[in-house]
């Protein structure tokens, strides 16, 4: 799947991949004094979106197809609120009407980076069902970028765990949260609260020391490696592991995931001291 120019005739364009950023990215910019003259009224921006991408742009079917969508994503009063700046709408609406604004070109892949953040719970449940929704209605792949392991336990279907830009463990939800192999993957469930006073006190939780390292200059080897409690000074600094498929569909990046699972490599533990399934029944001998 590419991003794919648009043909000629405009009438028959499908674009492949339409991107929802954050609501707050639709604010003005706190670095440019006010008044902001760059700052577009909600059908400036929907007419940049949808003419940016016709091979004869019609400025006034632009502003029909904003109040269609805008009236689709659940906007009140869309023929008056598309005339209104971003400013004007409540965080809920300004998400919504970034959504429109990205169903504007008909895309087959939504990519929806970070769409529920700094919106409350009930915004958000909100805001997660319309995409549930358009997703059928339009019968368009929804791509969810978030931090938030609570939107994906409620909406993905597959998951992806990465790493400082890296894929670290790739399978269906139920597999990536109920079984996780990854250790950075551990790590993240293990801090996930659970309501049940029992199981909390008694879980094991997986603390990770140290920061994200830079972008710019990655460790070696395994990204995760600074900060991995099973990490090996050999393989983990010297080879990038890849992701394969470890279990029936479960992709995994990680050297040592079959010792881990097996408990044969202990966190903290080097190669050299690998737990071997006999090393306990050992009996000495008397001489
Ligand atoms: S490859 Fe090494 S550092 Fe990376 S996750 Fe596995 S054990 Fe940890």
Known sequence: MGIQAAPADDSAARWDLSIVITAASLEPSRDVPMPTPHIAAVDDAFAEAVLLHQAKPDKKAAWRRA????????????????????????????????????LANDPAVLIADEPTTALDVTVQAQILELIERIKGEY?????LITHDLGVIADVAQTV?????????ELGARHEVFGKPLHPYTKALMSAVPIPDPVVEDTRERILLAGDLPSAANPPSGCRFRTR?????????????????????????????????????????????????PDDELEIPTLS
């Open 139 to 143: 019968q368009i792949g929804v791509i």
């Open 160 to 168: 992806m765990v990465m790493y400082a830009g890296r894929a670290m």
């Open 228 to 276: 991995c409690p099973w990490a090996q000074p050999t393989k983990c600094a010297s080879d990038r592991p890849p992701l394969v498929e470890s279990r029936p569909n479960h992709l995994v990046a990680c050297h040592w995931v079959d010792e881990i699972e097996a408990g044969t490599l202990r966190p903290h533990a080097v190669e050299a001291e690998l737990v071997r």
């Open 67 to 102: 109040i269609e969508l805008l009236r689709l994503v659940g906007v009140p009063d869309p023929a008056e609120r598309v005339k209104q700046y971003p400013h004007e709408f409540s965080g809920g609406m300004r998400q919504r009407a970034m959504i429109a604004m990205a």
